[in-house]
């Protein structure tokens, strides 16, 4: 079974400055999806990004980009010039490509932004 | 990227009823899945439901407890039965969206649940 471990229950950063969250995962499948979502108070699961595996081109989405390590299976988010909305619990998820089954969270980073 | 809605957005129940929680996509989907994430935890799926069929359950959950409609492509409800304080969580509907039919990325706001 697949499993994906958030080893940070918490982390910090400083307004504008950068942060990393890791995430790794275990499975025995080439071809799947890995994704970052963010819950912030408001409690609604936002797609923060997202990176298929086949692709060895880390993805990017303006601010947030990821460190995506097959061999090691590590995944981790940076999030630059972080921004007090960026405060939130963030979430790492996989689904394995063209399986009904559905994702498997992480356990959660809670992000704390400091002014 | 679709508009889910989800109702209600949070309710107090008295131990013992039911409550049954709704998801309204604007664009059609052929799966359909419910996740719990309970106080302080990560999220956890429920069930998948497939549209004309019955809903796929995942270990640790069954029909009694929590039944799930799904009777057209843009809505399904999730029912949570004989409450009891351990029950007390957000639901969380979500659906795959676009080319990958089968793979959730959009989530509805959830429904926080509190029973007393």
């Known amino acids: 079974a697949q499993t994906v471990t958030q080893s940070q229950p918490e982390m910090s950063v400083q307004e504008a400055e950068t942060v990393t969250l890791s995430c790794t995962y275990d499975?025995?499948?080439?071809?799947?999806?890995l994704f970052w979502y963010k819950q912030p108070p408001s409690r609604q699961m936002i797609l923060v990004i997202r990176?298929?595996?086949?692709?060895?081109q880390n993805a990017t989405e303006n601010r947030f980009s990821v460190n995506f390590q097959k061999a090691a299976k590590s995944f981790s988010l940076k999030i630059s010039d972080s921004q007090l909305g960026d405060a939130a619990m963030y979430f790492c998820?996989?689904?394995?490509?063209?399986?009904?089954?559905?994702?498997?969270f992480g356990s959660g980073t809670q992000l704390t932004v400091l002014p | 990227s679709a508009v889910i809605s989800q109702k209600p957005s949070r309710d107090i129940c008295q131990r013992g009823t039911s409550l049954t929680i709704q998801c309204q996509v604007d664009s059609q989907v052929t799966m359909m899945f419910w996740y719990r994430q309970q106080p302080g935890q990560s999220l956890t799926l429920i069930a998948t439901?497939?549209?004309?069929?019955?809903?796929?359950?995942e270990s640790g959950f069954v029909i009694d407890k929590f039944p799930i409609s799904r009777p057209n492509l843009t809505f399904s409800t999730l029912t949570v039965s004989n409450m009891s304080p351990e029950d007390s969580s957000i639901y969380l509907c979500?659906?795959?969206?676009?080319?990958?039919?089968?793979?959730?990325?959009?989530f509805g706001d959830g429904t926080r649940l509190s029973i007393l």
């Open positions: 499975t025995s499948e080439s071809d799947y999806y």
């Open positions: 990176q298929e595996a086949y692709k060895q």
């Open positions: 979500s659906v795959g969206i676009g080319g990958h039919r089968n793979q959730p990325q959009h």
């Open positions: 998820a996989y689904h394995e490509r063209g399986s009904a089954r559905q994702l498997t």
């Open positions: 439901a497939n549209q004309g069929s019955e809903a796929t359950y």
